[in-house]
């Protein structure tokens, strides 16, 4: 009603496309939230049978470092199965293992050699549907001339003590 009377009176509904606006913001917030970033899925073994969706299973996913050319991370980690996972609001166990390997030349930037860069994130997915997300972050051990990557699961009330780390040893490359 009183968008039709501001239609004939040649008034903008401001309240409306506010409304419209705030809805839009939410959907890509969540859709880009839940979004997975730049992961290969390598393959995946069943590790429970479920009799509606999918069974709950273990994935292998591949990532490169979108910082340092030549290093390549291999994720694994459970997925939870069933009606809710099937439809994605499940939330996932905090499981997780990692190994990275140089995969090529490895030319590292004076921000990652200097430390200024440690702790940086390099991968992160959403593990539940808003609030637990699965992260890698990366170090470099000047005096050991390594690169760290860290995995591990967080929460926005609590985060998960389990995590694994791989070293990749920066190494000329033949």
């Given amino acids: 009603m009183k968008y ?23 959907a890509a917030i969540v859709t880009s939230y839940s979004l ?11 590790t429970r049978f ?3 969706g999918a069974n709950d299973k273990i994935v292998v996913e591949a990532f490169d470092d979108p910082e340092v050319a030549g290093a390549t991370c291999y994720l694994s980690r459970a997925k ?18 990692i190994a990275c390997r140089q995969t ?3 030319v590292l930037s004076e921000k990652i050699k200097n430390g200024k ?21 990366r170090f470099y051990d000047a005096k050991r001339n390594v690169l760290i990557y860290l995995t591990y699961s967080d929460r926005v009330i609590e ?4 995590n694994s780390i791989s070293v990749i040893p920066v190494m000329p490359w033949h």
């Fill in 36 to 46: 997975p970033l730049l992961a290969e899925d390598i393959g995946s073994v069943s």
């Fill in 117 to 137: 860069s440690d702790g940086d994130e390099v991968f992160k997915k959403s593990t539940s549907l808003l609030f637990k997300t699965l992260q890698v972050v």
């Fill in 104 to 106: 090529g030349p490895i």
């Fill in 4 to 26: 039709e009377a501001n239609k004939r009176a040649g008034r903008i509904d401001f309240a409306g496309w506010a409304k419209r606006g705030m809805l839009i913001g939410m």
């Fill in 50 to 52: 479920k009799f509606l």
């Fill in 80 to 97: 939870t199965g069933g009606i809710s996972g099937t439809v994605g609001v499940a939330e996932d166990k905090s499981d997780a293992s």
């Fill in 159 to 162: 985060g998960s003590p389990q």
